[in-house]
């Protein structure tokens, strides 16, 4: 099983609706969650931390569920400029931090 | 404006060459890494530095040799390196290893010929 697995997509939403991604992972010791975004050959950028008690910044709702090892991107209205790759990001160890592939959004008008 | 700075941005190099990344970080951050992107695998993580001193390497090639001088400051030495070697090489940076979130240079997309 890898550490950290995501669906690579392609999602395509129309603009306004509602996505949600999930990610899971596999070592039951993480204690650090993260949601990154990374646009076409540019380097990942932070999108949001993911806390136990699930947050919610703007659009963006993370959301961590421990007992079945996932963590959950959900994205209201949808915009054009939120097409990008999602990148999970789990720390293993508390030493490093393991990156999933992605999952790609399209947004289209 | 990043807090992390890579350069070159793009390098181009024979098999035989050697050639240096560079990335200095401004967040005085404890802890850098060395990250590799191949197209549609997920970063690869090359090296970690805490502190200054390495404590881990991916099982990464000897071809690539890491150096960090000081908590700021971090290379990537390149020599004799194979095509399969092209990739966007990333450096990041974070205040304390694995636990806090890490911030990404905008990488050196390096093309091995």
């Known amino acids: 099983r890898k550490e950290v697995e995501q669906d690579p997509g392609p999602f395509n939403v129309p603009e306004g609706a509602t996505v949600a991604f999930n990610c899971t992972y596999s070592n039951s010791a993480s204690q650090s969650f993260f949601w990154y975004r990374q646009d076409c050959r540019k380097e990942p950028k932070l999108l949001m931390s993911?806390?136990?008690s699930g947050n919610e910044d703007g659009r963006f709702t993370a959301q961590l569920n421990r007992a079945s090892q996932y963590i959950s991107l959900l994205i209201r209205d949808s915009k054009l400029s939120d097409s990008a790759t999602y990148l999970c990001v789990v720390n293993a160890n508390t030493d490093k931090l393991i990156f999933g592939t992605g999952t790609r959004l399209q947004v289209f008008p | 404006e990043t807090g992390v700075t890579q350069t070159p941005r793009h390098l181009v190099m024979g098999m035989t060459n050697k050639k240096s990344l560079k990335c200095e970080q401004h967040?005085?951050?404890?802890?850098m890494y060395w990250y590799k992107q191949s197209a549609k695998k997920p970063l690869e993580l090359m090296f970690v530095?805490?502190?200054?001193?390495?404590?881990e390497n991916n099982s990464v090639p000897s071809r690539f040799s890491p150096e960090c001088p000081n908590s700021s400051h971090l290379f990537l030495h390149l020599h004799t390196l194979q095509p399969e070697d092209s990739a966007l090489y990333l450096c990041?940076?974070?205040?304390?290893?694995?636990?806090?979130?890490?911030?990404f240079g905008q990488g050196t997309r390096l093309t091995v010929v």
């Open positions: 993911v806390y136990s």
């Open positions: 530095y805490n502190f200054k001193e390495q404590t």
């Open positions: 990041a940076s974070s205040q304390y290893r694995g636990t806090t979130e890490a911030f």
């Open positions: 967040l005085g951050h404890n802890a």
